[in-house]
């Protein structure tokens, strides 16, 4: 019944991203209207028996808050001392993911709104099989990526400070984002492309490496 009832809901969306695709949904009742529903899909995934990456997660929860100056945790502080916090004062892991959640979902709707895309985007995104892998199983990847879409929106803004403070989210919690801070250099012209080639360099080594 409850593998039935997310199944029925993920259905919903994908019904949702029809009906908005066919009318004007970049308008702020279209994006809150989303964020009810992203938050009902949240409460609705994470109150399933955990598996997978999930239960690494939670066992994390619960080691002390010492453990955490192990360099694992602190080159990716963002999630992990967030996580460890919020359960520490929770004592429940349901709440912890639904804030980590709506928070990311907020930061992708702040850049997409700003940049007046359609409502159907969202729910196309939330379906999408690597949206959904992630939100289930490999979750800092999955929060990283709203930080990186979030700054990729962003470009077309030209808010440098922005970027600079949503690709730090994104690298503080999980560090592969260092392959898009040449982003950073980018800007609406297009000879800001082979800058971006040369500052790619680098990080691709250093990725190769790793």
Same mark, same amino acid.
């Given at each position: 019944?409850?593998?039935?009832?997310? #199944?029925?809901?993920?259905?919903? #969306?994908?019904?949702?991203?029809?009906?908005?695709? /066919?009318?004007?949904?970049?308008?702020?009742?279209?994006?809150?209207?989303?964020?009810?529903?992203?938050?009902?899909?949240?409460?609705?995934?994470?109150?399933?028996?955990?598996?997978?990456?999930?239960?690494?997660?939670?066992?994390?929860?619960?080691?002390?808050?010492?453990? @955490?100056?192990?360099?694992?945790?602190?080159?990716?502080?963002?999630?992990?001392?967030?996580?460890?916090?919020?359960?520490?004062?929770?004592?429940?892991? /349901?709440?912890?993911?639904?804030?980590?959640?709506?928070?990311?979902?907020?930061?992708?709707?702040?850049?997409?709104?700003?940049?007046? @895309?359609?409502?159907?985007? #969202?729910?196309?995104?939330?379906?999408?099989?690597?949206?959904?892998?992630?939100?289930?199983?490999?979750?800092?990847?999955?929060?990283?990526?709203?930080?990186?879409?979030?700054?990729?929106?962003?470009?077309?803004?030209?808010?440098?400070?922005?970027?600079?403070?949503?690709?730090?989210?994104?690298?503080?919690?999980?560090?592969?984002? &260092? /392959?898009?801070?040449?982003?950073?250099? &980018?800007?609406?012209?297009?000879?800001?492309?082979?800058?971006?080639?040369? &500052?790619?360099?680098?990080?691709?080594?250093?990725?190769?490496?790793?």
């Amino acid at each position: 019944m409850e593998f039935s009832l997310l #199944l029925f809901y993920y259905i919903f #969306l994908i019904f949702l991203a029809f009906v908005t695709a /066919l009318f004007n949904t970049n308008t702020r009742l279209s994006y809150f209207i989303f964020f009810l529903v992203f938050v009902g899909y949240s409460v609705l995934s994470r109150d399933r028996i955990p598996k997978n990456d999930i239960l690494a997660y939670n066992s994390f929860m619960d080691i002390p808050l010492y453990a @955490y100056k192990d360099i694992y945790f602190l080159r990716e502080p963002v999630y992990w001392f967030s996580s460890k916090l919020l359960y520490e004062y929770f004592d429940n892991p /349901l709440p912890v993911y639904l804030i980590i959640d709506i928070f990311s979902i907020a930061v992708f709707l702040f850049a997409l709104y700003k940049n007046k @895309y359609q409502a159907y985007f #969202l729910y196309l995104f939330v379906v999408f099989f690597v949206s959904v892998l992630g939100f289930q199983n490999v979750y800092r990847q999955y929060l990283a990526t709203f930080f990186i879409l979030a700054a990729i929106f962003l470009i077309a803004e030209n808010k440098f400070k922005t970027k600079v403070f949503t690709l730090t989210l994104g690298f503080l919690t999980h560090n592969v984002v &260092a /392959l898009y801070v040449p982003m950073l250099l &980018a800007t609406s012209k297009i000879k800001s492309i082979f800058r971006m080639i040369l &500052a790619l360099i680098p990080l691709v080594v250093w990725r190769i490496q790793t």
